[in-house]
Structure formats: C-alpha cells, structure tokens
C-alpha cells in the first residue's frame, strides 16, 4: 500500500529579536571612514590623554603637547580594549553593545575632564617657563593642540587595525593547514616579527640611513666665520698631518676657532700661550683606531705632550665640541693647554644618542688609550696633566676607557662630564650605589672621595664636609635634563628622582604615571638645548665654575670666575 511521504511539520514561531535593517550606504560609508570604538577603549583614552598634561621636565609647545597627547590617547584606547577583554573572559561573558546613556556619560566626562586638563596644563606649562626664564608662547600653537591629538589618535589608531586586519587574514590562512588555536598563535607571532621588521629594519634604517645622507653632505661645508688656521698649532694648519678638508664641519669649526693668546692674556692679565687644538674628522680616516692614531700624532707634532694641562674630549654626534667646555679649560690654564678630539658620526647629537652608542663608546676608548700609550711612555716629571671630558653622549664614550672610579683616580689628573645619559656605565653605579639618604639628583658616592654630582658647581658639591683630595671626577647635571634622567623603565617603573623632593627647576607637581611620563619624557629628548643656560641640556657657565674646581688653577678670584663666565657667553 502505497503512502504519501509525511509532511513534516510547520516551524515553530520564532522568539528571535527581529533582525536589524541593513545600514543605509551613507551610514556604511561613515563606518569606514570612522573606525568602530569600543567605549571601554574610549575611557581608557580618555584617561590617558588628560593624564598627558601633568608637567614633564621642560616646557611644550601645543604641536608637540598635541603629539604627546595624542600618543597617550592611542595606548590608553589600547589598555581600555585589553582590559574589558579580560574582564570579560574572567567574567565568563560575551561583549555587549553599550547603550545610548553610556556613550553620553562618556561624551559629557570627555568634555569636562579634557577642558579640565587642558586649562591646567596651561597652567603648568606658564609655571615652567617661569621656572626657566622661556618668554616665547604661541597661543596659536596652543588652540591647535586638541587637533593635533585627534589626528594622532586617529593615525595610531588605523595603523593598529591595518595590523590587526592582516593577523586575521594570516590565521585564516594557517587556519586551513594547523588547528585554530595554533593558527592563531603563529599568526600573532608572525605578525609581531613582520611589524619589527618593518619598523627596525625598513622604516628606522631607512630613516637612519637617509639622515646619514643628509648630514654628510653637510659635512663638507665650513661655518660661517670660520677659516683655516693660520697656526701649526692647530690641526688643518701648516704643517698639520691632517688636512683642513678632512676634518669636518664640526672639527673645522673646533680648530678654526677659540680664544687666542692675546685674549687669554687679557683675561689672567699674565703671557698666556696659544692652545693647542688637534682634531680627525670622519674623512681622515674609516678605522675609528686610526683615525685616533692620526689625531694623537698631529696633537705630539704639534706639541701636546709639552704642555701642562692635555685634555682629552670626547665628541658628541657629529663631532660636535662644546666651545664654553675647551674655551674654560684654555682660559683657566692660561693657555698653556692642548686639546684632542676626533669625529665618530655625521648624524646629530639627539639622534647619535639613539643609534650610535657603540660607534660613541670605540671612539672615546681608542682615541684615549692612543693618547695615554704616548703620554705614559714619557718621563713622569715631563709628562702633562691629563685630564678627560665629554657632553652627552660624549660622557659615555669617555667613560667607556675606564673601569670604575679607581681607573679614573689613577689614569686621569681629572674629568669633567657634562649631561649624562641615562645609561652610562659608570655614571649609573656611582648613581645607584650611592650614599644612603642622598638624592638620585644629588648623589653621594663613597662620601664624595674621588666623584662627585652637582648641578650648579658655583654653590659647592656636597658632601661639602668631606675631603676632596688627588684626582677630582664632576658630573654636571641638571634635574630638567631629559638626557640624564629618560630610561626605557620609565614606562612601568617610578625612578627615585622623581619620588624624592624635585630639583630647583622641575615643578613640584610632576608626578611618574605608567607609560605617559615615559612619552613626555621621550618628547623632551629633541627639544632639550632648547632652553635658556643652566636648563635642561645647556651647560655653558657651569663649565668655568666646574674646571676651576677640577683642575684648582691658583690666582682667581669668584670676580674672575664671574668674569670668565661674561666672556664664555659672549662668545658661545
């Protein structure tokens, strides 16, 4: 018996919600033009943004405010996401679309708190020029602040899921080979190295690799003012074993220029001699050894190692030699001096400081020891005090020739170290080890017997009750300098110099926040010069006060010192 095949049954009624209405296509077009937020990312920015106008180290303009704010914003979005994304999963539940009324709550808080910090951070930035004498404010620059932050912000953020567009297309890819779990793993690994290696190998080598470029080229120029030595005594001079073409824009500028007898004579008042002055450039020779050897043997020519007072001084980036460092220790020793410095890079100081530690640390060892081979092989009543020094980076290659404070003692007649970097060798254990009870800013290091720290070496170098005799090492530096103080654990630790009490030119209501002070610190980096002298990375004054307590010249009295400093920055 045939049957018909059974029907089956009607669908049950739906309980369903009603499916939503496609977007209309401009709807659509403004999702992919404004990225979709999520409103835990949206606090999590908007806390760090305001949190970007808490003061830093020196004074910012709005462009750079903006981009600090803007960069805050972007990790704060970030932090926000990661955190409900963890909440979530210890909460055992998926995400939920926010209502109407928490999008407002946000959009009313964003209005007050970023009007807030943004007032207060005028404010502050008011109270930091004050600090540091800075009259220059562009109200314009200010009003542009907001606007640059937004822009900021929305680049990072579009980079952020341009990368994580490509995860999703490699874990899908793997997907079809290896188990989900394991794709994406591989995937994110795989993601993470291609975004290194787009950013250290393509986009900072290539960065680098064009400023090296750029700054070789203007190497090869003279500045304005300067002409070559008339003098033997001077390397690119008559008679100099390294040609005047060779040197550098910066050495040429080192040797071509400086008091002359004459006016060291009319500072002492006494017959001054004319100072020595032997410098190689990047073109006297590739071998950062023999460039050194060349350096060292025009300084013996021309009669270095005759003199009384020899300074060994460590370039920073472009070869760059603080006039007010070798003017002091020339006008302090009468002119009865010689100098040495060689040339390690083309690129500038700021950016030698983030790529060429390792070029910076061979040159102030070689250069060094090829002095100290000829010096030490001299009879002991014939040979002249040697004394070292260096700024910025400049300290770190002068450290990098000796071991620790013994080394120093017993290898130099005194060093003088200006602004040093964070992460110079010695520099950070005589910090770190130091006394107990005094500052990061101020340290005290094994009762100041051979090394010591100040920040202005006019008002003394504590511990002020305690000897300071035979070899003197001084690190000059001031608490608003970024170079001195910027670190990488900025990001996830608070450094002791800013928890103890802050130093003359930092305002009390700079306060250590994850990962911003970090950035703030960063953006201080560029700008650090740009301060009036005695603030942040300008050290010009400080020097004749700093080699008169090294090098203990007899005869001059704190009127000549004061007068000395008049002359220093005339001519600087």
């Known amino acids: 018996m045939l049957h018909d095949p059974p029907v089956p049954p009607a669908d049950p009624p739906s309980h369903a919600e009603p499916s939503h209405a496609e977007p209309s296509p401009s709807s659509g077009k403004r999702r992919r033009l404004l990225p979709r937020l999520t409103l835990p990312g949206c606090w999590g920015a908007l806390v760090l943004a305001c949190l970007s106008f808490t003061p830093s180290l020196l004074p910012r303009g709005g462009v750079l405010q903006g981009l600090v704010c803007g960069i805050g914003a972007a990790i704060g979005y970030g932090l926000g996401v990661v955190a409900a994304y963890v909440w979530r999963a210890f909460a055992d539940r998926d995400a939920r679309s926010p209502s109407r009324r928490s999008w407002l709550v946000l959009i ?11 007032g207060l951070g005028q404010y502050w930035q008011h109270e930091i020029r004050e600090l540091m004498g800075v009259t220059d404010y562009d109200v314009l620059t200010a009003v542009a602040c907001p606007f640059v932050a937004a822009l900021v912000f929305w680049l990072l953020l579009l980079a952020g899921r341009g990368i994580r567009g490509v995860y999703r297309w490699a874990s899908g890819l793997l997907g079809r080979w290896i188990g989900r779990r394991a794709a994406r793993v591989v995937g994110w690994l795989a993601v993470a190295g291609l975004v290194w290696a787009a950013f250290a190998g393509l986009l900072l080598d290539g960065f680098v690799n064009a400023a090296n470029e750029t700054f070789s080229l203007r190497d090869t120029q003279t500045p304005e003012g300067v002409h070559q030595p008339t003098s033997a005594l001077r390397s690119g001079g008559p008679g100099s074993l390294v040609p005047w073409d060779s040197l550098g824009r910066e050495g040429r500028a080192f040797t071509g220029s400086g008091p002359s007898a004459r006016d060291i004579g009319a500072f002492t008042h006494l017959a ?22 060349r350096a060292v043997a025009d300084l013996e020519r021309a009669g270095g190692f005759e003199r009384e007072n020899l300074l060994v001084m460590t370039t920073t980036g472009s070869g760059w030699v603080d006039p007010a460092a070798v003017d002091s220790f020339e006008y302090l020793g009468n002119g009865d001096s010689a100098t040495v410095a060689m040339q390690y890079s083309y690129l500038p100081s700021w950016m030698s400081y983030l790529v060429d530690q390792s070029k910076a640390r061979e040159a102030g060892r070689e250069l060094y020891d090829a002095v100290y081979d000829t010096w030490s092989k001299l009879p002991q009543e014939q040979r002249p005090r040697l004394f070292v020094a260096g700024e910025s980076l400049g300290s770190f290659g002068g450290e990098t020739a000796f071991s620790g404070e013994y080394d120093l003692r017993n290898r130099t007649a005194g060093t003088l170290f200006a602004g040093p970097p964070n992460f110079n060798i010695l520099f950070r254990e005589f910090s770190d080890q130091r006394d107990a009870g005094s500052p990061e800013i101020e340290p005290v290091y094994k009762e100041g017997r051979t090394v010591r720290f100040t920040d202005d070496p006019a008002t003394g170098m504590a511990p002020a009750d305690r000897p300071w005799d035979g070899t003197r090492v001084l690190y000059l530096m001031h608490p608003s300098d970024p170079i001195v103080w910027w670190s990488p654990d900025l990001v996830l630790s608070e450094p002791d110099w800013i928890g103890e009490a802050p130093g003359g030119d930092v305002l009390e209501a700079m306060v250590w926040i994850p990962f911003v ?43 000549d010192l004061d007068r000395l400093k008049d002359i220093i920055l005339q001519d600087g």
């Not at 009313?108 to 943004?118: E, I, M, N, R, Y």
């Not at 603030?535 to 001059?556: C, E, I, L, Q, S």
């Open 108 to 118: 009313v808080s964003a209005t007050v708190l970023f009007g807030l910090s943004f």
């Open 517 to 559: 002070t970090f950035w703030q610190i960063t953006a201080d980096l560029p700008f650090s010069t740009g301060v009036p002298d005695g603030h942040g990375h300008t050290y010009k004054v400080a020097y004749v006060d700093g080699w008169n307590a090294v090098m203990r010249p007899a005869g001059f009295t704190a009127q």
């Open 272 to 293: 001054a001699q004319e100072p020595i002055r032997a410098y190689a450039g990047l073109a006297t020779s590739d071998d950062a050894e023999t460039r050194a050897t």
